[in-house]
């Protein structure tokens, strides 16, 4: 079975299971790999009838699939070279406010997620800024596949899509302005509008389609903004702060949908993005890249099942630091620490988690809240 | 229709539909025909031609409100235009599309520029129609010859303004072309210039001897064409001189009679009787066949038209508006030459556009603190050329001339080796404004250089290396190089070199 057909599979399973809100993301996800006009126009119809009946009965998604199966064999994915973007020691260093980002070195690989975190004021939007060219850098050097490709280095940012903080304003119709990014893309007439509106069903902006900037709230224009980005088929995404104006819900949905979007069979992209809610970025980021005055460390997945460090414990509830303090007693704990009504407590590596939870077991501790951080870049926080 | 229209430009050709192409040419297209029809109705009839203001074609009024719909306009067009930026955003576009977007900038403002002129020209399409019989030289004989009649100034006719006859012009003009132009022998070698005119001009006037000619008046003195149309000015005297001397009177009274029908025919008024005209002539003439006294027994008046009013006033007698008749007939010639649209009315406007296209192009590709040097360094540059003008060194002239190259040569090192951001873009909006400046300055110093060299020889100016054909070329083609040439080099110029430098500077990072 091809990854076309096992993406097909996965969304039947999951329209099986009941969660058609994810199984028709990912139907429009392979309906977009397939760049196929015919499969646009049937999606597009599939979801005005199911908007028409109010959700998905099977009939519906059966057709749709059908069309995608049957299209399966034609299907070319796209073979990605090795890296996409190669870091080597960057480095930048303001000379009036004297902050400095220390030489910096990672690859980005296509369809990879790269986070980055820290505290504000810690050189994140430099990074950003510097990634996508944006930035000369002082020390150092950046490589990216696309160079090899590109006639001049505005070809080569033309790949590179950094997306702001603060999303600039767009003046006319949001729609007008999706149109406009891909007939500026080379991507015209009936396929434009199509690619359009599956674009902004698939980030689920359509029922805001026709409305004007100044009538939709600061996320849905966060989400336009996302669709243009990723209507502009990029190499390399460059996201900063993109989760700021969004809800904890919407938080994740995006997420995910970046993820499942940058490992697209047909134009899988690289995408690093910048936030303060770390949980979620580390959930779908391959590598979290902790800045601290400029300071970097790195919190990759592989290097998680390898290290072994210290048990390091988040937990949160009403409950005073002694009677924590002897609850854990009998866990080797070495250390407990109070920030901003959490406690983070950190036990010798070779401490089980299930020592930990038979304790608080043991001591009926009403705890609200706890999660293991041995492997997450929050560690770095403390 | 339009939302389709619109919908198809969007999704098939961005560039035109973010510059709003058919919507702005369609308004353009709509003021020229509106103000076509202005000016072709503003016309009122014949009476056009003697009123020099209504002629001209800068109307304050229309100006004003011409310039107020432009001006609106240009506010709702450049309100759309600007909203997206694709060069700013990345997106993939190639230096050509830069070079596109420019030459359709241009366009619009070079087609939007001259409404004024289409009003003009619908007022001057009127009154060809309205004049479409007229005999312009004709009727400029008739009244160049009836003049000699008319004793409206008295200066006219006095001896000092008296004119020579063609043997004594063409004795003149011998003497002229033989003249040397003295020289005092100083440390340089072409030293003070002096003309010698006044040794050089023998006193040529075949009717009295020059010393006596500023107290005496006579008929036979007037040597004026006052409506210069028609090139036949000393055979109109000589045969007004002949009617006189040989007392023609007849004849005298025929081209009288004619000159005022003229004035009925051009609705120019008057209140002249010829017979008072005739006698008037013939006293003077029989008291003396070449005095007449400076205090005349005979004057005319001029009748001063109000422009805004249109109730006349009776005339006195003897009055006419002389000045107006000409003015008609001068009107009908100029009007009849057919020159309106002509390549030099052309560069005005292409200077023009040329300018705003650059402008607003630079405002387009680079960011808005080199734009706004570009207009300061823009202002420095003018002031350079007052300074010039002022203090009337043409030395100033090459600094200005090394300011424009050297902005350009720092723009492309700077921008081509990544150097400091703000700094490049602000080198390549100043070069790109003063370019204008480069080929007529260049082409002013060739010839300036190249110039005939003459030195002070025995006390006269002497050519000692005549000018080579390159400044004579460049004299001969000095406008056009102005005009024409200019434009089309600077329109070059920023294509093939502004915009693929600002190409280069917006993919360049920031330091």
């Known amino acids: 079975m091809n990854a076309f057909l096992l993406r097909i599979q996965q969304a039947k399973e999951n329209f099986q299971h009941g969660d058609k809100s994810l199984a028709e993301r990912q139907l429009i996800d392979c309906v977009l790999d397939s760049n196929e006009l015919q499969l646009f126009k049937s999606m597009l119809q599939s979801l005005d009838q199911k908007d028409a009946l109010g959700d998905w009965n099977d009939d519906l998604f059966n057709t749709i699939t059908q069309a995608l199966i049957d299209f399966a064999p034609k299907m070319q994915a796209f073979e990605p070279s090795a890296t996409l973007m190669q870091v080597k020691g960057i480095g930048k260093r303001y000379f009036k406010s004297g902050f400095t980002i220390a030489p910096l070195s990672f690859e980005v690989h296509y369809g990879q997620v790269i986070g980055l975190v820290g505290e504000n004021g810690n050189g994140k939007t430099t990074l950003l800024r510097l990634l996508c060219k944006d930035l000369k850098p002082d020390t150092g050097s950046l490589h990216y596949a696309a160079e090899a490709r590109c006639k001049s280095n505005y070809e080569l940012r033309s790949q590179l899509v950094y997306m702001p903080q603060r999303v600039p304003r767009w003046f006319g119709s949001l729609m007008d302005n999706l149109y406009f990014t891909l007939s500026c893309h080379g991507i015209t007439g009936e396929f434009n509008a199509l690619m359009a509106e599956l674009m902004i069903a698939r980030l689920g902006l359509r029922p805001f389609r026709n409305h004007k900037w100044t009538e939709i709230s600061s996320g849905y224009r966060t989400r336009f903004e996302l669709a243009k980005s990723l209507l502009r088929q990029p190499q390399l995404m460059l996201l900063d702060e993109p989760l700021s104006n969004l809800d904890i819900i919407s938080q994740q949905t995006i997420l995910q949908d970046l993820k499942s979007l940058s490992m697209s069979l047909r134009r899988p992209f690289g995408l690093v993005l910048s936030s303060q809610q770390l949980y979620e970025v580390e959930k779908i980021s391959d590598l979290v890249i902790f800045l601290k005055q400029g300071q970097a460390q790195y919190q990759s997945k592989q290097q998680a099942a390898t290290e072994n460090t210290d048990l390091m414990i988040e937990i949160e509830g009403p409950f005073e630091r002694e009677q924590l303090q002897n609850c854990m007693a009998a866990c080797q704990i070495k250390d407990i620490q109070f920030n901003g009504g959490v406690y983070v407590l950190t036990f010798d590596a070779s401490t089980p988690i299930y020592d930990v939870y038979k304790a608080i077991a043991e001591h009926q501790l009403p705890v609200l809240y706890l999660r293991n951080i041995t492997h997450s870049s929050r560690r770095f926080f403390i | ?428 909006s100043w070069f790109s404004i003063i370019q204008l400046s480069i080929l007529p300055l260049t082409a002013w110093m060739i010839k300036d250089a190249t110039k005939e060299k003459t030195a002070c020889v025995n006390g006269y100016l002497e050519v000692i290396q005549p000018a080579p054909p390159i400044h004579n070329w460049l004299e001969l083609h000095s406008q056009t190089i102005m005009t024409e040439v200019n434009i089309v080099f600077c329109l070059l110029l920023f294509l093939f070199l502004c915009i693929p430098l600002a190409y280069r500077w917006q993919a360049n990072p920031s330091e």
């Open chain 2, 1 to 428: 229709m339009i939302k389709t229209l619109y919908k198809s430009l969007l999704l098939k050709h961005p560039l035109l539909w973010n510059i709003k192409l058919p919507q702005v040419i369609l308004f353009i297209a709509i003021s020229h025909v509106l103000f076509f029809l202005f000016g072709f109705f503003s016309v009122y009839g014949i009476i056009a031609f003697k009123l020099q203001d209504q002629f001209d074609a800068n109307n304050l009024g229309i100006n004003l409100i011409g310039g107020l719909i432009l001006l609106l306009g240009l506010i709702v067009w450049l309100m759309w235009y600007l909203r997206n930026n694709a060069f700013k955003q990345f997106y993939p576009i190639t230096v050509n599309d830069l070079r596109k977007e420019f030459l359709l900038v241009f366009l619009i403002f070079l087609l939007g520029m001259p409404i004024f002129h289409s009003f003009a020209y619908g007022k001057h399409l009127h009154l060809k129609i309205i004049s479409r019989n007229i005999n312009v030289e004709a009727d400029a004989k008739i009244v160049n010859l009836a003049r000699h009649f008319l004793p409206i100034n008295s200066d006219d006719f006095n001896g000092d303004n008296c004119c020579d006859s063609l043997a004594a012009q063409n004795k003149r003009n011998e003497a002229a072309s033989q003249m040397k132009t003295r020289c005092y022998e100083t440390t340089y070698n072409n030293g003070s210039e002096t003309t010698d005119y006044a040794a050089a001009e023998p006193a040529y006037d075949d009717t009295a001897p020059a010393a006596s000619r500023s107290t005496l008046y006579s008929y036979l003195y007037y040597c004026q064409t006052p409506v210069s149309v028609g090139n036949d000015a000393a055979l109109i005297h000589h045969t007004a001189k002949r009617w006189l001397i040989n007392e023609n009177y007849d004849s005298i009274k025929l081209s009288l009679i004619n000159y005022f029908k003229l004035m009925d025919k051009y609705a120019v008024r008057h209140n002249v009787n010829i017979d008072t005209v005739i006698s008037h002539i013939q006293k003077m003439r029989a008291a003396d066949k070449q005095l007449w006294g400076s205090s005349s027994e005979f004057s005319f008046l001029t009748e001063v038209y109000d422009y805004g009013a249109f109730s006349f006033t009776p005339l006195n007698a003897n009055q006419a508006d002389f000045g107006g008749l000409n003015t008609a007939i001068e009107n009908v010639a100029e009007n009849n030459k057919d020159n309106f649209w002509s390549l030099s009315e052309w560069s005005l406007y292409g200077y023009l556009a040329l300018g705003f296209s650059i402008l607003l192009m630079l405002f387009r590709m680079t960011r808005l603190k080199p734009w706004i040097s570009s207009l300061i360094g823009a202002g420095i540059w003018a002031m350079l050329f007052g300074l010039m003008g002022i203090f009337a060194q043409s030395e100033l002239l090459y600094i200005v001339l090394i300011y424009a190259i050297l902005s350009g040569l720092l723009a492309w090192i700077n921008i081509r080796k990544q150097n400091h951001k703000l700094r490049s873009a602000m080198w390549l």
